[in-house]
C-alpha cells in the first residue's frame, strides 16, 4: 500500500539535544512538507520540499531543519535552537506542490515531548 | 496574520443531527478549499474540496457551502453519526503559492 512513514510515532528529548524525525514516502510524489500541530493553533507549515536538493522554509521554520537528497524521503531536524519544540508533528507530500487541487497525504504523525 | 479563520473550536451535536463548521479567509485569490478530517492519533486526511466556481458540493452526507463574495465556506455534515466525532480543518490554497493554509480546526462531539 502506498502511504508516508513517520518514525518514531512517540519521541523523548532531553533539552539541548537535537533529534530527527523520519519521514517516507512511496507514492513517487514530488512535494513533501512538513507541519507542526499544537492545540487551538492548526497546522503550522515549517518547511516544505518542491524536488529532490531543494526546500524552502514555511512560517515557522526557526529552530528546525530538514533534508531532500532521495525524492522518497524528508527528514525534519529538532535542533536545541527550538524553544518550544513539545508537539506533534505531521509529515505530508503531494504530486507536486504548485498545482491548485493539492491533495495532501499525511504520515501518522510523531509526538514529540521534551523532558 | 491569520488568513483563515475557523469556528467553533469545538462542536457537541446528536447523533442524527446537523454539524455545520465555518470558515473565513481573506485573500481572494485562493482558489482551493478543502476540508481535512482527523481522528485522534493520527494524521489528517482529505475529506472533501471545493473550487470557487461552485456555490455547492455534496458528498455522501458531507456538503460544502461556498460564498465568494463573503469569502466564506461551510462544512455540513448531514445525519451526524458518532463515528464522525473527529478534528475537521478547513484550507486555503492558491493565489500562485505553494502553500496549504489550515485553519484551526474544530473538534466535532457526536453524542450517541
Known amino acids: 500500500d502506498g502511504g508516508i512513514t513517520q518514525s518514531p510515532k512517540y519521541l523523548f528529548r532531553k533539552e539541548g539535544q537535537n533529534v530527527t524525525l523520519s519521514c517516507e514516502q512511496n507514492?513517487?510524489?514530488?512535494?513533501m512538507y512538513w507541519y507542526r500541530q499544537d492545540p487551538g493553533q492548526g497546522l503550522r507549515l515549517i518547511y516544505y520540499?518542491?524536488?529532490?536538493?531543494?526546500?524552502q522554509k514555511g512560517d515557522i521554520a526557526e529552530g528546525y531543519s530538514v533534508s531532500r537528497e532521495k525524492k522518497e524521503s524528508f527528514p525534519l531536524t529538532v535542533t536545541s535552537a527550538q524553544k518550544n519544540p513539545t508537539a506533534f508533528y505531521l509529515c505530508?507530500?503531494?504530486?507536486?506542490?504548485?498545482?491548485?487541487?493539492?491533495?495532501?497525504?499525511f504520515g501518522a504523525g510523531s509526538r514529540l515531548t521534551v523532558l | 496574520q491569520q488568513q483563515v479563520k475557523q469556528s467553533p473550536q469545538s462542536l457537541i451535536v446528536q447523533k442524527g443531527g446537523i454539524s455545520i463548521i465555518n470558515c473565513a479567509y481573506e485573500?481572494?485569490?485562493?482558489?482551493?478549499f478543502p476540508w481535512y478530517q482527523q481522528f485522534p492519533g493520527k494524521g489528517p486526511a482529505l475529506l472533501i474540496a471545493?473550487?470557487?466556481?461552485?456555490s455547492e458540493k455534496k458528498e455522501g452526507r458531507f456538503t460544502i457551502s461556498f460564498n465568494k463574495s463573503a469569502k466564506q465556506f461551510s462544512l455540513h455534515i448531514m445525519d451526524s453519526q458518532p463515528g464522525d466525532s473527529a478534528t475537521y480543518f478547513c484550507?486555503?490554497?492558491?493565489?500562485?503559492?505553494?502553500?496549504?493554509?489550515f485553519g484551526a480546526g474544530t473538534r466535532l462531539f457526536v453524542k450517541a
Open positions: 505530508a507530500s503531494s504530486i507536486d506542490a504548485s498545482s491548485g487541487a493539492n491533495v495532501l497525504t
Open positions: 484550507a486555503v490554497k492558491g493565489g500562485g503559492g505553494f502553500k496549504t493554509i
Open positions: 471545493i473550487r470557487p466556481d461552485v
Open positions: 520540499s518542491q524536488i529532490v536538493n531543494d526546500f
Open positions: 485573500n481572494t485569490a485562493f482558489d482551493y
Open positions: 507514492l513517487n510524489h514530488d512535494a
